[in-house]
């Protein structure tokens, strides 16, 4: 069975943020991370 987990825009959005600060801890890097990897990926243009 498939994996149908979607994480939010809003969610993501702050994911990234996470993942782009230098002082954020690596148990929080994780979890945004995983996160990050249920975002479906960007539909080229």
């Known amino acids: 069975m498939p ?9 993501a959005s702050k994911a990234a943020k996470v993942l782009r600060n230098p002082k954020s801890s690596p148990a929080a890097k994780s979890a945004a991370a995983s996160a990050l990897t249920q975002r479906p990926n960007r539909k080229k243009k």
């Open 3 to 11: 994996n149908r987990e979607v994480t939010s825009k809003e969610v």
